[in-house]
Nanobody, 120 residues
Framework: QVQLDESGGGLVQVGGSLRLSCAAS????????LGWFRQAPGKEREFVAV???????VYADSVKGRFTISRDFARNTLYLQMNSLKPEDTAVYYC??????????????WGQGTQVTISS
């Protein structure tokens, strides 16, 4: 089992930047795929980016070139650097983990979420 704790959300203007962190704890975290999802008001939760347990990175098209996901395997921490933020990036951002493909299958482990609000 994995526990996830996000931090770093907040309010920022259009074009600004934010960095989210997710501290993972539990047994064999390194075996898990870790990723970020987000849910905007009135919308379904959507995939943002993932770092597979082997280190490969995949992004959603909507954030490619603006967001950078990284993973510190030694510290069991996941990051999401968000640049050139747009109003449509406003959402609750969730850290997620599982040993199966979390991009196409709902992860079993979730953090509590952190609010990101972009003001225009």
């Amino acid at each position: 089992q994995v526990q996830l704790d996000e931090s770093g959300g907040g309010l920022v203007q259009v074009g600004g930047s934010l960095r989210l962190s997710c501290a993972a704890s539990g047994r064999t975290v390194s075996n898990y795929h870790l990723g970020w999802f987000r849910q905007a008001p009135g919308k379904e939760r959507e995939f943002v980016a993932v770092v597979w347990s082997g280190g490969t990175i995949v992004y959603a098209d909507s954030v490619k070139g603006r967001f950078t996901i990284s993973r510190d395997f030694a510290r069991n921490t996941l990051y999401l650097q968000m640049n050139s933020l747009k109003p449509e990036d406003t959402a609750v951002y969730y850290c997620a983990a599982d040993i199966h493909n979390i991009r196409y299958n709902r992860p079993n482990y979730w953090g509590q979420g952190t609010q990101v609000t972009i003001s225009s």
